[in-house]
């Protein structure tokens, strides 16, 4: 089944703790992305990757980094959360060339206390 | 820049009824224009897409005429059921463009 998984699902941190949300895809999908999920905001884009070892900022790539060293896995971190950074996360993947056709991933939802 | 305006919700429909979100638009050019769908506890799915003026998108029931002359791109749907009870997003993207531009979703909820 071709599908978007990210871990944790749900988590719960302080201010500070480093952490890493995982992003994985078994399309063989060139392009993904991770977005934040605001109220009142839609989704925005924080950083994207046209394919390994590449990636760019998107429009709210402040207190974020990305890696991308393998094609399936896009990973996110924060080195130091902030409160601000609380929302819920969302990976996407799509083939090259169409942007509209993204696989959405079904998203984790971070606390920083 | 771009930037999409979507209907205040939640919405709330007895079953069967008709559905309308509104949908405008500010963007330069002539941008393509989408409506996704996010289930409860769900990523967002493609719902259905308009790529010119006047073209019409639709898919499950649902509709949306991409109208240039108001910059709106309305959904619609006939006779909505409790499985539609869902997040509706709004978006629109520029041929180039890595991303897409979406609106504040709007809320569904179907009541039997």
């Known amino acids: 089944e071709a599908q978007v998984t990210q871990n944790p699902r749900y988590l719960i941190t302080v201010t500070g703790k480093k952490l890493t949300v995982t992003c994985s895809q078994n399309?063989?999908?060139?392009?993904m992305s991770w977005y934040r999920q605001d109220p009142g905001l839609g989704l925005r884009q924080i950083y994207y990757?046209?394919?390994?070892?590449?990636?760019d900022k998107g429009d709210v790539p402040e207190g974020y980094k990305v890696s991308r060293k393998e094609k399936r896995n896009f990973p996110l971190i924060l080195e130091s959360p902030s409160p601000n950074q609380t929302s819920l996360y969302f990976c996407a993947s799509r083939p090259g060339g169409i942007v509209e056709t993204q696989y959405f991933g079904p998203g984790t939802r971070l606390l920083v206390l | 820049g771009d930037s999409v305006t979507q209907m205040e919700g939640p919405v709330t429909l007895s079953e069967e009824a008709f559905l309308t979100i509104n949908c405008t638009y500010t963007a330069t050019g002539y941008p393509s224009l989408f409506w996704y769908v996010q289930y409860p506890g769900e990523g967002l799915q493609l719902l259905l897409k308009a790529t010119k003026a006047d073209d019409k998108g639709s898919n499950k029931g649902f509709e949306a005429t991409y109208r240039k002359e108001t910059t709106s791109f309305h959904l619609e749907k006939g006779s909505v059921q409790v499985s539609d009870s869902a997040v509706y997003f709004c978006a629109l993207t520029h041929t180039g463009r890595r991303a897409l531009t979406f609106g504040s979703g709007t809320r569904l909820q179907v009541q039997p």
């Open positions: 399309m063989n999908h060139e392009y």
């Open positions: 990757s046209m394919n390994v070892e590449v990636t």
